[in-house]
T-cell receptor, first 115, second 110 residues
Framework: KAGVTQTPRYLIKTRGQQVTLSCSPI?????VSWYQQTPGQGLQFLFE???????NKGNFPGRFSGRQFSNSRSEMNVSTLELGDSALYLC??????????????FGPGTRLTVL | DQQVKQNSPSLSVQEGRISILNCDYT??????FLWYKKYPAEGPTFLIS?????DKNEDGRFTVFLNKSAKHLSLHIVPSQPGDSAVYFC?????????FGTGTSLTVIP
């Protein structure tokens, strides 16, 4: 079974631009979560989508948004990029089967550099 | 507010010895705990998990211990190997959301 895939793997943008990152979950997984990883900060939760609905949201400004499609693929958008948005953006998928404890599986990440 | 904490940013261990990575949490509603291993420029890889109804789970060289009263979990790696050198994240969940620690960088010295 193919793992979680993320595109692109690397991205360089300039301040003020916007960016869209894509994530394809493991087949059959219905939940997709996004995280930002910066040095010394661990994994900061951005949001989680399930059945095309945002179910949970972390403490990030409105410049960070996302969506999920009917095939469970998800996109994350960051508008008006700032230097501090440079980070590794990770996507994780899980089954989210009702009543069962879940395990998230991560993609390789997208390394975003804002100049 | 960091609900999951890994207070040791780094750890060095000799090859063949035991590595013990620690994690503390504050939310008593967490019922599922996981450890992930991460190499540079890659996404975290799931390693081992434990449900709150257990206090120990083993998988080969990896054992996770859970002390609910102390809100503490630990990952033991025995014996440690150079390939184990990576950043280890603990995570906890209560329902659909996962909370991650800041990671411990493990270096296994040959």
């Amino acid at each position: 079974k193919a793992g979680v895939t993320q595109t692109p793997r690397y991205l360089i943008k300039t301040r003020g631009q916007q960016v869209t990152l894509s994530c394809s979950p493991i087949s059959g997984h219905r939940s997709v979560s996004w995280y930002q990883q910066t040095p010394g900060q661990g994994l900061q939760f951005l949001f989680e989508y399930f059945s095309e609905t945002q179910r949970n949201k972390g403490n990030f400004p409105g410049r960070f948004s996302g969506r999920q499609f009917s095939n469970s693929r998800s996109e994350m958008n960051v508008s008006t990029l700032e230097l501090g948005d440079s980070a590794l953006y990770l996507c994780a998928s899980s089954l989210a089967a009702s009543g069962k404890q879940d395990t998230q599986y991560f993609g390789p990440g997208t390394r975003l550099t804002v100049l | 507010d960091q609900q999951v904490k890994q207070n040791s940013p780094s750890l060095s261990v000799q090859e063949g010895r035991i590595s013990i990575l620690n994690c503390d949490y504050t939310n008593s509603m967490f019922d599922y705990f996981l450890w992930y291993k991460k190499y540079p420029a890659e996404g975290p890889t799931f390693l081992i998990s434990i449900s709150s109804i257990k206090d120990k789970n083993e998988d080969g060289r990896f054992t996770v211990f859970l002390n609910k009263s102390a809100k503490h979990l630990s990952l033991h790696i025995v014996p440690s190997q150079p390939g184990d050198s990576a950043v280890y994240f603990c995570a906890a969940s209560a329902g659909n959301q996962f909370y991650f620690g800041t990671g411990t960088s493990l270096t296994v010295i040959p």
